[in-house]
């Protein structure tokens, strides 16, 4: 999309990470993925650690060529996509017998044995604990963790592989060079144009009806909100096949990533931390286990991770004032009360952040806390989940978002799904839509 010829710049394109202890003792992961480590930890696992990431940077790239490419059908795999899954086996054979038995194993195994068979450090355990699970609907201990890892690392920002970027002008920056880059290319874009209704008749889409009524007729529509909402709510089951429905209403999206942000009226002091690091609350892979725990059974936990960006230390506002901005895993996605459950996160979060940044309470001018039902309500994603839909092995590669769907035709002639419901899944990667474009080329 040449974004950069369409405005977008990084404020920084190689976030470091400080793990926050609550005593002041620091740990620093610098480069992407936390190439190089500094502050609280031994040399035995920092030579543990440069070890273990290069492998799994080593096997998320082997793994990378999936995102890009249409998940083959199982039943009818022929042509390109078996060729390609067949070099996927191949590069991953290549690795030698040692390391394709390793990743076999890991790909078996959870994220907690797996930081806990290499690495000591508490701080440094749960940081990669956090990393690991943020966005999905997983605790480190749960079953299948890693794979969901491999994808995230398997990302690039500017060309640096797991490297976490931040826009100059915050993520709105990023939609307005996609906006400039597609108007350029002879898109029209119409914003605050709901879409109610897609039009199905006589067995094929028509077209869409927004919330004002008025109806656009086309003979294609690629739906880029969640499948499940696409399906029940914009089709409707009156015009799919009663088992397709039922499998649509069991697809899994239950998020637990609240957003907060604060307006506060001086810049907080992290006990020393660089204020334009991404700052995370994890204390160990235990306190992320924990604070997954309550979740399940719809309560919010008393001491959520967090992962703290504060934007205005990149880009000064100019009333001087400061902006925080966090997500705070794991919020409960269903409670019982929900005005409740989300007065109940605000505290723990400002709890958390009073631990680790003391006075910081006394900073804040406004809060505002999304809770992952609040970022449902606002913009449509189901269960407020990152993904459009859970991102776990059942609903990934040729199982997402459904079997038979996977190739992002919808099951209407006419219909296509491209957004992170689909494979590869969220995040900000743009390979949903970009598969989508290509499979609908090709038809
Ligand atoms: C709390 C939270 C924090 C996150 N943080 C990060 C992060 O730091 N980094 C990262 O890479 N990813 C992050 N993600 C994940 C990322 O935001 C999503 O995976 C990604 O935005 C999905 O992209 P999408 O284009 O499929 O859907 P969306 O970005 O959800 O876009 C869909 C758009 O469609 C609009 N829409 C919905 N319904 C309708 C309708 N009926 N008619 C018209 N328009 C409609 C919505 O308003 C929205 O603008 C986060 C997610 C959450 C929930």
């Known amino acids: 999309m040449n974004l950069a010829g369409h405005g977008l710049v990084w404020a920084e394109p190689n976030l470091a990470t400080t793990a926050l202890s609550s005593d002041g003792n620091h740990l620093r992961l610098e480069g992407p993925v936390g190439a190089a480590l500094s502050g609280a930890v031994t040399d035995q696992d920092r030579a543990a650690w440069a070890t273990l990431r290069a492998r799994l940077l080593r096997f998320a790239a082997v793994l990378s060529p999936l995102n890009h490419m249409s998940p083959p059908r199982i039943a009818k795999a022929v042509g390109n996509p078996l060729l390609k899954l067949a070099m996927i086996g191949l590069r991953a054979r290549l690795m030698g017998a040692r390391e394709f038995r390793e990743l076999g194993r890991i790909l078996l195994t959870n994220v907690h044995d797996l930081l806990d068979d290499e690495l000591t450090s508490p701080l440094l355990k749960g940081a990669l604990a956090f990393e690991a699970t943020l966005g999905g609907w997983l605790g480190p201990r749960s079953p299948n963790t890693v794979l969901p890892w491999l994808v995230r690392l398997s990302g690039q920002t500017a060309g640096v592989q797991g490297a976490l970027g931040l826009p100059k002008g915050g993520m709105a920056a990023l939609g307005a060079a996609m906006a400039a880059s597609a108007t350029a290319a002879g898109v029209t874009l119409r914003c605050n144009a709901r879409v109610a209704r897609i039009i199905v008749d006589g067995e094929r889409v028509q077209g869409v009806t927004l919330t004002d009524g008025e109806e656009i007729r086309a003979p294609r529509v690629v739906s880029a909100i969640a499948p499940k909402t696409t399906l029940l709510s914009l089709v409707g089951a009156r015009h799919l096949d009663a088992g397709l429905v039922t499998r649509a209403r069991h697809l899994k999206a239950r998020g637990g990533a609240a957003k907060l942000h604060l307006t506060l009226r001086a810049a907080p002091d992290f006990r020393g931390a660089k204020l334009t690091d991404r700052l995370l609350i994890a204390g160990s892979e235990h306190d992320v286990e924990r604070s997954y725990n309550p979740v399940k059974y719809g309560l919010v936990p008393d001491r ?17 004032t400061h902006h925080l901005s966090a997500i705070a895993q794991f919020a409960p996605h269903a409670p019982t009360d929900r005005d ?96 989508a474009a290509i499979a609908m080329e090709a038809e």
């Open 304 to 320: 959520p991770g967090l992962e703290i960006m504060i934007p205005t230390a990149h880009e000064p506002s100019p009333d001087g």
């Open 340 to 435: 409740a459950a989300r007065a109940d996160m605000l505290a723990a979060c400002m709890a958390q952040l009073e631990a680790h940044a003391p006075g910081i309470g006394a900073l804040v001018e406004s809060a505002e806390l999304l809770m992952p039902y609040d970022i449902e309500a606002r913009y449509g994603l189901p269960g407020g989940q990152w993904h459009g839909g859970e991102l776990s092995v059942e609903q990934m590669l040729f199982l997402r978002p459904l079997p038979g769907l996977a190739q992002y035709k919808g099951p209407i002639p006419g219909l296509w799904l491209a957004s992170a419901g689909c494979h590869p899944g969220g995040g900000v990667s743009g390979s949903a839509g970009w598969n």
